[in-house]
């Protein structure tokens, strides 16, 4: 699944369609893909993991779930895969096995810009004050709540809190708000850092946890296990970081 980085960085690669008009729409995403023809792109936007081709007067929301993926220019996936596809006078764009949705509302009444760790408005404070209304909510599903930190997925979950020395089964009533600011902290530093790294094509060899065997810190093997509500692949020290209980 595609994280909040890879997103912004998506939105950055198609930039050359803004103030451009989609004069061929195809695909079998489930709509009337009449609607968007002859219309003008004002903008792409992003929030978390969901990417935003912005229209005049509706909005086509892409989510790329578990397995979606998207080309430009070059169609690359099978006819059945492909849920849009939007033809320009410069170029064309692809999206394979996603979600899409057409927005009627304007965004600004759907999405929280300070929920969105990549944001300029992103409120930590915020993002305190959510963790501390769920006390009895795991650490590792906390990191992936898209209510409190949109955009960040499984990757940057277990190198937050491999970073700051939390187990991903502590509770977060039981943080010490000084561990608590620490992670939420962390939660936007590391994704601009694989933002970075994955624009370099180097976001592998900086991972300190995600899918690796051993503790770094301590030379101990780390532990896999597939925890919380989500049973995603979490990876951690039972020994350097503290489990809060």
Known sequence: MPEGPTIVI??????????????????????????????????FKSWGKHFLICLPSITIRI???LFGSYSIDEKTKPQQRLRLHLNFKNGA??????AVKVIDEPLNEIYDWTADVMNSKWAHKKAMQKLKNIPGTLACDALLDQEIFAGVGNIIKNEVLYRVKIHPQSLMGNIPSGALKKMVEEARNYSFD????????????HWLAYSKKTCRRCDLPFKKEHLGKTKRRTFFCNNCQKLYK
């Open 194 to 205: 694989f933002l970075k790294w994955k624009k370099a094509f180097e976001l592998k060899k």
């Open 93 to 98: 764009l692809y999206f394979y096995t996603c």
């Open 10 to 43: 998506l939105k950055e690669l198609v930039n050359k369609f803004k103030d451009e008009t989609i004069i061929e729409a195809t695909g079998n995403a489930k709509f009337d893909k009449a609607i968007l023809l002859n219309k003008k792109v004002i903008d």
């Open 63 to 65: 989510h790329f779930l």
